[in-house]
């Protein structure tokens, strides 16, 4: 994997590992780190040391007096050109990520921040965060994603903060030839998405997406709204109820939109979060507007979303702690993951998934809480025989697609049927891998 230059890379594949605060950890060893960037530094800064030693012996002295003057010249130039470079890399790795961002987005006069497909109060904060530090340095930022916006949390975190966020169906309706992901690392989701190669990345999950001048990805941190108050943090910015004098505030809307992007992605910091996550949430809280962040927590609920949690009460199967239910033609998507929610209020089940359909696609969403099941993995393994079906997550909670026909048999498999389907997933839930 490349990684760009002055950028930072982060990452660690098991949210349950060290945290906070930008640990680097459990690298690939081709993955070069701002650790071993400064080590080579040093060895750099060393290397042009002894050859200015070299340089001062009376022997070299001799040497240079002999020397024709312009190659003197260019052997001093280039001296002083390789001090100034090192000096310049060392300045640049010292510099915390949020100023490294900063100093990024200052070369834009316009860049458009994507999230993810539908996204959630997590990814949408986030964009407001990008886009804050970028007014900080004068560049336009335009906000955009694919999908839909359809949960009614989500709906009321864009209504309620009055937030300004673009629909595309296509690489050419984004905004400006500059892109930054939030809350994922590779583009997905809209027609040519594979071609769009992003400046900078910050995001929380598991991914091999990079930018080209800042990466960021934190996977041991809860939410990505988490990285983003850090970067605020190291600029200096503060809450605006406090009383900093030369502190520049930060908005009341923007503050309630990070806090509630860290609620919702944690549930409430109960799940999947670190240090990191209370640490931000505490710093954020004198400065955010409890009205807003209330109607945001508290929306009205769509009848159809009701009606499907119903269901996966009354028809769910369970199986010791587990419990599958199919809830079938669907209209609102987002109702499955809610469901899903709603299952693993029940007592005694520890692990659940919960399906259904829609123009030919079935959606899964499941959630665990019991150690011994990883609910992406779970899914992934289920599916995984299936022609152009994708599943996968965290181990608290993951989702997936699959094609109704390539499931019942168009492509290079037998088919399967949904009662086979449904002993799959039990299966892969008891930890039975075929």
Same mark, same amino acid.
């Given at each position: 994997?490349?990684?760009?230059?002055?950028?930072?890379?982060?990452?660690?594949?098991?949210?349950?590992?060290?945290?906070? &605060?930008? *640990?680097?950890?459990?690298?690939?060893?081709?993955?070069?780190?701002?650790?071993?960037?400064?080590? &080579?530094?040093?060895?750099?800064?060393?290397?042009?040391?002894?050859?200015?030693?070299?340089? &001062?012996?009376?022997?070299?002295?001799?040497?240079?007096?002999?020397?024709?003057?312009? #190659? $003197?010249?260019? #052997?001093?130039?280039?001296?002083?050109?390789?001090?100034?470079?090192?000096?310049?890399?060392?300045?640049?790795?010292?510099?915390?990520?949020?100023?490294?961002?900063?100093?990024?987005?200052?070369?834009?006069?316009?860049?458009?921040?994507?999230?993810?497909?539908?996204?959630?109060?997590?990814?949408?904060?986030?964009?407001?965060?990008?886009?804050?530090?970028?007014?900080?340095?004068?560049?336009?930022?335009? $906000?955009?994603?694919?999908?839909?916006?359809?949960?009614?949390?989500?709906?009321?975190? *864009?209504?309620?903060?009055?937030?300004?966020?673009?629909?595309?169906?296509?690489?050419?309706?984004?905004?400006?030839? /500059?892109?930054?992901?939030?809350?994922?690392?590779?583009?997905?989701?809209?027609?040519?998405?594979?071609?769009?190669?992003?400046?900078?990345?910050?995001?929380?999950?598991?991914?091999?997406?990079?930018?080209?001048?800042?990466?960021?990805?934190?996977? +041991?941190?809860?939410?990505?709204?988490?990285?983003?108050? +850090?970067?605020?943090?190291?600029?200096?910015?503060?809450?605006?109820?406090?009383?900093?004098?030369?502190?520049?505030?930060?908005?009341?809307?923007?503050?309630?939109?990070?806090?509630?992007?860290?609620?919702?992605?944690?549930?409430?910091?109960?799940?999947?979060?670190?240090?990191?996550?209370?640490?931000? /949430?505490?710093?954020?809280?004198?400065?955010?507007?409890?009205?807003? $962040?209330?109607?945001? /927590?508290?929306?009205?609920?769509?009848?159809?979303?009701?009606?499907?949690?119903?269901?996966?009460?009354?028809?769910?199967?369970?199986?010791?702690?587990? /419990?599958?239910?199919?809830?079938?033609?669907?209209?609102?998507?987002?109702?499955?993951?809610?469901? &899903?929610?709603?299952?693993?209020?029940?007592?005694?089940?520890?692990? #659940?998934?919960?399906?259904?359909?829609?123009?030919?696609?079935?959606?899964?969403?499941?959630?665990? *809480?019991?150690?011994?099941?990883?609910?992406?993995?779970?899914?992934?393994?289920?599916?995984?025989?299936?022609?152009?079906?994708?599943?996968?997550?965290?181990?608290?909670?993951?989702?997936?697609?699959?094609?109704?026909?390539?499931?019942?048999?168009?492509?290079?498999?037998?088919?399967?049927?949904?009662?086979?389907? +449904?002993?799959?997933?039990?299966?892969?839930?008891?930890?039975?891998?075929?």
């Amino acid at each position: 994997m490349r990684v760009p230059a002055g950028g930072v890379v982060v990452r660690s594949p098991d949210l349950d590992g060290p945290s906070p &605060a930008g *640990r680097l950890a459990d690298r690939p060893a081709d993955i070069p780190t701002v650790e071993a960037s400064t080590d &080579a530094v040093a060895v750099g800064a060393s290397t042009v040391g002894r050859a200015v030693e070299a340089l &001062a012996s009376d022997q070299a002295i001799d040497a240079i007096t002999a020397t024709d003057p312009l #190659v $003197l010249s260019l #052997v001093v130039i280039g001296g002083v050109a390789v001090a100034i470079g090192v000096w310049w890399l060392v300045s640049w790795l010292r510099r915390p990520p949020g100023s490294r961002l900063q100093r990024v987005l200052t070369d834009y006069d316009e860049v458009a921040v994507l999230t993810h497909p539908n996204p959630d109060p997590d990814a949408m904060a986030t964009a407001m965060g990008v886009a804050w530090i970028a007014d900080t340095v004068d560049t336009e930022t335009t $906000l955009q994603y694919a999908g839909e916006i359809r949960h009614q949390e989500n709906r009321a975190f *864009r209504t309620v903060l009055d937030l300004e966020i673009d629909r595309i169906e296509t690489a050419d309706e984004i905004a400006a030839d /500059a892109v930054v992901l939030v809350d994922h690392n590779t583009a997905r989701g809209f027609t040519g998405a594979q071609n769009v190669e992003p400046i900078v990345v910050v995001d929380h999950h598991p991914g091999n997406g990079t930018g080209t001048e800042f990466t960021d990805v934190r996977t +041991e941190y809860g939410a990505a709204s988490t990285i983003v108050v +850090e970067y605020l943090q190291e600029m200096g910015a503060r809450p605006a109820d406090e009383d900093h004098e030369e502190a520049t505030e930060i908005p009341e809307t923007l503050a309630t939109g990070l806090l509630y992007g860290i609620l919702s992605d944690t549930n409430h910091l109960t799940k999947g979060c670190s240090a990191a996550e209370f640490d931000a /949430a505490a710093f954020l809280f004198d400065g955010i507007d409890e009205d807003l $962040l209330d109607r945001i /927590a508290n929306p009205q609920v769509a009848d159809d979303v009701l009606r499907i949690k119903a269901r996966a009460i009354r028809e769910k199967r369970v199986e010791g702690s587990f /419990a599958i239910c199919d809830v079938g033609e669907i209209g609102n998507v987002d109702a499955i993951p809610q469901a &899903a929610d709603e299952l693993m209020r029940l007592e005694g089940v520890t692990a #659940v998934v919960v399906y259904g359909q829609k123009d030919g696609t079935i959606h899964l969403s499941g959630r665990s *809480r019991d150690d011994r099941v990883h609910m992406g993995e779970t899914l992934s393994h289920a599916v995984s025989d299936i022609p152009m079906a994708n599943a996968g997550g965290h181990a608290r909670m993951g989702g997936g697609q699959l094609s109704i026909d390539h499931m019942e048999g168009i492509g290079p498999s037998d088919g399967v049927s949904r009662d086979e389907f +449904e002993r799959r997933v039990f299966s892969a839930l008891a930890g039975e891998r075929s």
